[in-house]
């Protein structure tokens, strides 16, 4: 089973496809989509609506993981990652796949069994239960593939 | 030149359609589009999309308004309506509509020639100015026309 996990934003968003066969999990390709700040918003939003497509109609995954907001960053940025987040939740549902949402402690307690796990731990089960090289990075790529394993564990 | 002017909300959105000869102004059409709690997120965010895409396909105005989020409210209320925002921004820039943006005190003061003015005294302006028989009803429509007549002015 494939599946897609986005961690939002504006001006960073992270994903992640990631590949079960019930037993072990592997990462097939992961990446951090930007939208540059010169850009105003109408165009930032339909470039992450179009990249997210994009990358649905590339990997074909079965389903689609986004994480719920954390509330506690400003609210001017709660309010563009939440902007972001609306366009990516829009995206994933249009391209007809089940759409899911996991909070981040949900994340953290999945991966790590701990919900208070800093980024740190996570990012050091993540590379485990992927058998990477190295914790992927920057932390948004490394929350995405979070995000994929909690979705993979509660397929299950 | 005809506009679509749009105030956003997940549950509730206003929006109206108005035209100019330079002079004055009309109504061509207004309304208020719902999605239904019951519905889950994505659906309510794409049937957001496709309304807002069939109201620019059917007017077919040269120009897309949108409110600016004002943050009286509770943070949950705040991010819900960001996420339904991002879907009716990204919808306009889709359509290749250039798209404007206004905050609720430009609004008033464009409409009433006073920032502070209270709903009543906007809903009256724009009654008058849109040669109505009566305030548009509900208020997120009369806002979509005050939104709608801010965007005319400033066009100008």
């Not at 996990?5 to 072990?24: K, Q």
């Amino acid at each position: 089973m494939k599946i897609i996990a986005v961690d939002p934003g504006l001006a960073r968003i992270g994903w992640a496809i990631l590949e079960s066969d019930g037993d072990s999990f592997s990462l097939v390709e992961c990446g951090l989509l930007q939208t540059p700040k010169e850009d105003n918003l109408p165009k930032r939003l339909s470039e992450i609506h179009s990249k997210i497509t994009g990358l649905v109609s590339k990997h074909k995954p079965s389903s689609f993981a986004v994480e719920e907001l954390f509330f506690s960053k400003n609210v001017k940025t709660a309010i563009d990652v939440a902007q972001a987040r609306g366009v990516i939740i829009m995206s994933a549902q249009l391209t007809g796949l089940p759409v899911y949402e996991y909070t981040p402690n949900q994340v953290k307690q999945a991966v790590t069994s701990s919900g208070s796990a800093d980024k740190l731990q996570v990012g050091k089960m993540v590379q485990m239960l992927l058998r990477l090289p190295k914790i992927p990075s920057p932390d948004d790529v490394a929350d995405a593939c979070a995000l994929g394993l909690c979705h993979l564990f509660s397929l299950r």
